[in-house]
Each structure stands twice: as C-alpha cells, then as structure tokens.
C-alpha cells in the first residue's frame, strides 16, 4: 500500500509566524496536489505540481515538489487566523486514482 | 453552476440497514470519485468512474456498491450497514484523465449504530 505521511500532523501558530509542512513517500508520483479542508466542507484544492523540482507560488504559499517527485513541501510566509484548516496532499499516478496523506491541521491564532 | 451536491448532509443508520447516498455534478466532468474520511485521517478512494457505464474499485470497496447510469450522477450504496462504515463520505469529480483538479462535494456525515 502506498504511503504519504504528512508532518507534523497538528500546529499551533500565532499569526505572523512562518511554517513549513511537509509530505513524504517512498513512491514515485506523477504528479501531487495540495488541498485545504475547513471544518464541514470537503477538500479544495490550492496547487497542482507535475514536474520534479518544481516551485509555485499563491500569494503567501509556496509549494515545492521534490526533485525525485516522492516528496512535496508546503510553506507559509506571515501566516493568517483565515489559513487555518486541514491540509492534505494528495499524489497521482498514471492513473485516475489519488493517494491522500493523513493531513496536517493547522491553526493559527490571533 | 452548483458544482458537485451531495445529499442527505447527516443520516445515522442501524446495523444492517441500506442506504444510498446521492452526488451529482453539473460541470460534464467525466471522471467521478467516492471517497471516505474517518476522524484525524485522509480520505481513502472507495469506488471511481470514468465515464457513464464504467465504474472500478477502489482502496476500500468493501460494503459498498456503486452505478454511474449517466454523466451526472454517481450514487454510492450501502448495503447491510456496519459500525466500521461510520465516517464522512466525499464524492468529487474531475475533468481530465490524471484526476488533476477534483472538486469535491460538501459530504455527507454518516452514523452507523
């Protein structure tokens, strides 16, 4: 079974302060996305990344895959009460199937 | 444009009862997605569809079943309820082949008791 583990797994940050999240696999992707989940709704999608090495940025989040395409990276710069959520990566493969990681549930305070 | 419904929002169940649970799209997406959500977890596939007529298993398929008669409509059946299918269940869509850009419905949070 494929895996991608997602750390740390709970952060609790006051606003202004900088974080990175992490998402980990021993398997190859062909490509990953990053979602963000609020209490009640289901998962919205912020980035999809395809190529390894790759780096985008959306406003105050960037996201990187790994060059090897088994890791991806989230960071925030200056962190907001409104980035607070459940964050998920997901990776593809050649198929139309997702892996979803365990999620990492931010929270940022006032 | 409503994007992906998913109905009913909350529904608790007795062992061994049946339910469907509805999603429907209005995108024309081709490719439609079932997913399940337990507590403190990621969403695990339990059956996708590629297409009206074609339908395939999942990471947990087990206890459920599925049909996709048209483009817009992709219930997800429960037959013979256990405790062990209480979670949130998700059903998306997407419209290219790799799933890239799945826009997921609000959920549907079911009570197996």
């Known amino acids: 079974t494929q895996l991608l583990e997602q750390s740390p797994q709970f952060l609790s940050i006051q606003e202004g302060e900088n974080l990175t999240v992490y998402c980990n696999s021993s398997?190859?992707?062909?490509?990953l996305q990053w979602y963000r989940q609020e209490p009640g709704e289901g998962p919205v999608l912020l980035v999809t990344v395809v190529t390894g090495g790759e780096v985008k940025k959306l406003k105050r989040l960037t996201f990187q895959f790994g060059d090897a395409r088994k890791d991806s990276s989230l960071h925030i710069t200056a962190a907001q009460p409104g980035d607070t959520g459940l964050y998920l990566c997901a990776g593809g493969r050649e198929t139309y199937k997702y892996i979803f990681g365990t999620g990492t549930r931010l929270k940022v305070l006032a | 444009n409503a994007g992906v419904t998913q109905t009913p929002k909350f529904r608790i169940l007795k062992i061994g009862q049946s339910m469907t649970l509805q999603c429907t799209q209005d995108m024309n997406h081709n490719y439609m997605y079932w997913y399940r959500q337990d507590p403190g977890m990621g969403l695990k596939l339990i059956y996708y569809s590629v297409g009206a007529g074609i339908t395939d298993k999942g990471e947990v398929p087990n206890g459920y079943n599925v049909s996709r008669s048209t483009t817009e409509d992709f219930p997800l059946r429960l037959e013979l309820a256990a405790p062990s299918q209480t979670s949130v269940y998700f059903c998306a869509s997407s419209k290219t082949r790799q799933g890239r850009e799945q826009y997921f419905g609000p959920g549907t949070r079911l009570t197996v008791t």
């Open positions: 398997s190859v992707f062909s490509s």
